[in-house]
């Protein structure tokens, strides 16, 4: 078992930046990857970045690309996602996500534990 507590969400203005943090406790050593995902209102969760537990390789939304960076301090098995140039469709709960093996990361129905969302809310 894995458990998932996100933070760091908020309300923040276009163009602003915003650090989102997973802190995770449980079996984390048999973790393969972290990732992020996102649920904006009305819409279906989205793949946003994920981090590999070996080597650290991540992957990104092309839709996020180049503004969000994931990133894992092992020491306090947390996972961050730095979010730059915010936009107002960035909007939504977003969601910190683990699972224990490889496979399709952009698929959410993969990933075995979830946490239960921190609120983005990006004004214009």
């Known amino acids: 078992q894995v458990q998932l507590v996100e933070s760091g969400g908020g309300l923040v203005q276009a163009g602003d930046s915003l650090r989102l943090s997973c802190a995770a406790s449980g079996r984390t050593s048999s973790t393969h990857a972290m990732g992020w995902f996102r649920e904006g209102a009305g819409k279906e969760r989205e793949f946003v970045a994920v981090i590999l537990a070996s080597g650290g390789s991540t992957y990104y939304a092309d839709s996020v690309k180049g503004r969000f960076t994931i990133s894992r301090d092992n020491a306090k098995n947390t996972v961050y996602l730095q979010m730059h140039s915010l936009k107002p469709e960035d909007t939504a709960v977003y969601y910190c996500?683990?699972?224990?093996?490889?496979?399709?990361?952009?698929?959410?129905?993969?990933?075995?534990?979830w946490g239960q969302g921190t609120q983005v809310t990006v004004s214009s």
């Open positions: 996500a683990a699972r224990y093996y490889r496979g399709s990361y952009y698929n959410g129905r993969e990933y075995q534990y």
